[in-house]
T-cell receptor, first 112, second 111 residues
Framework: NAGVTQTPKFQVLKTGQSMTLQCAQD?????MYWYRQDPGMGLRLIYY???????DKGEVPNGYNVSRLNKREFSLRLESAAPSQTSVYFC???????????FGPGTRLTVT | QKEVEQDPGPLSVPEGAIVSLNCTYS??????FMWYRQYSRKGPELLMY????GNKEDGRFTAQVDKSSKYISLFIRDSQPSDSATYLC???????????FGAGTQVVVTP
């Protein structure tokens, strides 16, 4: 039982490059989330998916797209990376009406 | 103004002391209150969950919610070096709502 897994763990991009962050959970959770964490800002919600087939914008969606591929997988895509997107990205999942979110180990992204 | 305010610290205490953490919030619709612990270079993990006002105790940890003051607290008794981490508060309005996180407070417990 791996919980929430994220790939890659680290990534360095040049401005304008694109990449996809992968997330998968094996807890049969309906809801999945993407956050970014910056010093002094806490966790800010980028996008979330309340259930398979639905996605909604969070607090900071600009510059990102998401795909809920199936119940297990939720990916985050940066189409044209910018230095302002340098951050640690966390994927999380929870039961549909749950209060506990389970987080992945994070992806540390640097955009130069 | 952020919906959830939390002092970033760092808060440094000697081993065995009581650690006191708090968050204030502006949205009176929040009903569900959580505390997460995050070790360095790891993802957050849930410590405590409280619904509406009141206290909840779990071992060395006590969570308090005062909805009238829009203020929540987490107390850690008999603190240990292994409690050194960042503690984030989180809140939501409804069972199906989105979570709103505080910025986190870094705690350092020195032996």
């Amino acid at each position: 039982n791996a919980g929430v897994t994220q790939t890659p763990k680290f990534q360095v991009l040049k401005t304008g490059q694109s990449m996809t962050l992968q997330c998968a959970q094996d807890m049969n959770h309906n809801s999945m989330y993407w956050y970014r964490q910056d010093p002094g800002m806490g966790l800010r919600l980028i996008y979330y998916s309340a259930s398979e087939g639905t996605t909604d914008k969070g607090e900071v969606p600009n510059g990102y797209n998401v795909s809920r591929l199936n119940k297990r997988e939720f990916s985050l895509r940066l189409e044209s990376a910018a230095p302002s997107q340098t951050s640690v990205y966390f994927c999380a999942s929870s039961e549909a009406y749950g209060h506990e979110q389970y987080f992945g180990p994070g992806t540390r992204l640097t955009v130069t | 103004q952020k919906e959830v305010e939390q002092d970033p610290g760092p808060l440094s205490v000697p081993e065995g002391a009581i650690v006191s953490l708090n968050c204030t919030y502006s949205n009176s619709a929040f009903q569900y209150f959580m505390w997460y612990r995050q070790y360095s270079r790891k993802g957050p993990e849930l410590l405590m969950y409280t619904y509406s006002s009141g206290n909840k105790e779990d071992g060395r940890f006590t969570a308090q919610v005062d909805k009238s003051s829009k203020y929540i607290s987490l107390f850690i008794r008999d603190s240990q070096p292994s409690d050194s981490a960042t503690y984030l508060c989180a809140m939501k309005e409804d069972s199906w709502g989105k979570f709103q996180f505080g910025a986190g407070t870094q705690v350092v417990v020195t032996p």
